[in-house]
């Protein structure tokens, strides 16, 4: 894994000396993805920059930017193609000869074999920029789900791009504004959906795709290569056929030349790549995040019984509340973007503490839940998006007159306290409960699918958000932006599952776990590398879902459970599902606390994205209460966000608000 970032300008003659300097800060930005290496290529029009952390072929031979032999094409990679050795076979019988041990020449000779058609040949995480002496055209591309990062910018005379927002803001003159769109879209899921960023002008290419740019193409759109609702049914039995692809995932994701770890929380996701991969690699090292006298949220003593039975190495940490709270600025820093998942830090401390025992590449068990079907509220949205597609097929008076009494009885804590009081008899809560999935459906919207709007923090935040931002701000908000991501349940009536899974992917996969993780992880030097989401195995399970086979009805992981049913003991095949767990209610307090007088006196109240008055009234007014401290620490992550990345403020130089002191010891809320 590494850091790349490249300029692109549209005149073909243009001389490139003045835009090293630019160039140069960049990838100063990107250091942590890849202390091992520096390189760039020059020529006019076009500079390419590369930072390598060495995990393929250590030798000189990896060095990048790396031209192909016959000179014609020149590549930048972040990241890998864990099938090159495959490809390389493959494309040695087609001519091919390789200098190097390293998946970068591999992609080369594939794209002069197969064209952009070698990106549905590749398994692996990437982000890569190709430049083509002859065609002069830049090919830009990113990997199925969006594992590995890429930004881009582009104006009239330019194209830039790089592994990191900061990075990428050094390559761009002046800065972008703040989009309020996308601000109410982060207050109201804690990230920005991605192809979007909160700075106008800057997008992500999205997952599965891939964007060429040269001068008589200059505007063009980027185009997409996979799409998980076009995987084709397959025939066979789930389990065999899932733990025959998840063995050649695990095998793939462990190809590596540097110490490779993986992080441990002893439940089922993690423990069956630690079981697979114990078996195929005799120095797997794992590691554990544990929290002081947080027994509810600590998984260390799991984790170590888990690791002894498996006979790996184990090592663990701890992390108090007020370490998080100093260290609160940094973290804010490493993650580059605005993603308010109190898991970071936890994610971040794992990877810290494996490059602390010279590890450079660690295997995780994210994905475990998004695929299948691990998470309860995704089964809930599926269960509803289903009762939804029914009622919309049968659309009688009766069904819409009910889901609109029912959403009335719903909002209305009073009434919904006294229908759903669970004193009463069981053919009444039956009945009632009935009534209330109607009053979750919106037979108003009839395409939106049933998703987001169950969480907790949902409605909150659309009342929040209003009550704080500025009238300038709420004036160029457009009607129901935030609800756009649910739009489509019309289009997948006969296929719900994949449209969930689909939606599940798009969203809080891509913009909050996996760009979370790969910033944390890089923010150490090491690359975190996720089996679970090797192409092979999605497309597996999506095509048993194609051909009528599914599980998400059927209990928690019903397939991976099987999977696994002979590698891991039963305590952990049965245990309830944890996810990656953290004192939430307490560290939120302790940066609420700490970073106050910031949030009311900083960069958006002084810009006009908030109203310093409504802030203040909406901060003194609202009850204490899990939803009032999280749509704070949204804030308050945001103001930090605002001054580091945007205005180029160091972590050091946010000092600490003395008036909390008193606070962080003295005060931290319980869930409502």
Sequence with gaps: MCGIAGILLKDPSADTTREQPRLAAAMERLRHRGPDDLGFYQRPAVLLGHRRLSILDLSPAGHQPMTSRDGESVLVLNGEIYNYLELRRELA????????????????????????????????????????????????????????????????????????????????????????????????????????????????????????????????????????SSIPPIGGEPAATLREVLESAVEMTLRSDAPVGIALSGGMDSGVIAALASRKRADLTAFTIGYPGQYDFDERQDARRLAELLGIPWHSAELATDEFAAFFPQLVASVDEPIADVAAYGHHAVSKLAASHGIKVLLTGIGGDELFFGYDWVREALRLSRIKIHAGQTDSAWSRARASLMRRVIDHPGLLNIAANRRLPEWWRVRVDRFFDYGKIDLEHPDDWVFYQLDYHWKPACRFSEQIFSDDVNRQLPPGSAYRLMHGLTGHMSDPQIGICKLLFDSWLVSNCLALGDRVSMASSVEARIPLLDATLIETVVGFWRAGRTDDSQGHKLWLRAVAKDLLPPQVLNRPKRGFLTPTAQWMAAVNARYRSHLLGGALVDTNILDGTRLRHWMERTPVGLQRDFFQYKLTLLELWSRLVIHGQKPHEIVEAKSARHAVRTHVPQPA
């Design 93 to 228: 019988g087609h001519g091919h000869c390789f200098r190097t041990g390293t998946d970068t020449e591999v992609l080369l000779a594939a794209f002069t074999e197969w064209g952009t058609g070698c990106l549905e040949k590749f398994r692996g995480m990437f982000a890569f920029a190709l430049w083509n002496n002859v065609t002069r055209r830049l090919l830009v591309a990113r990997d199925r789900v969006g594992e590995k990062p890429l930004y881009y910018w582009r104006d009239g005379r330019r194209f830039v791009f790089a592994s990191e927002i900061k990075a990428l803001l050094e390559l761009i003159p002046g800065r972008p504004a703040l989009s309020p769109e996308q601000l109410n879209v982060y207050l109201h899921y804690q990230f920005v959906i991605e192809p979007e960023t909160l700075l106008e002008g800057i997008h992500k290419l999205p997952a599965g795709h891939f964007l060429e740019i040269s001068v008589d193409h200059w505007y063009g759109d980027p185009r997409q290569y996979w799409d998980i």
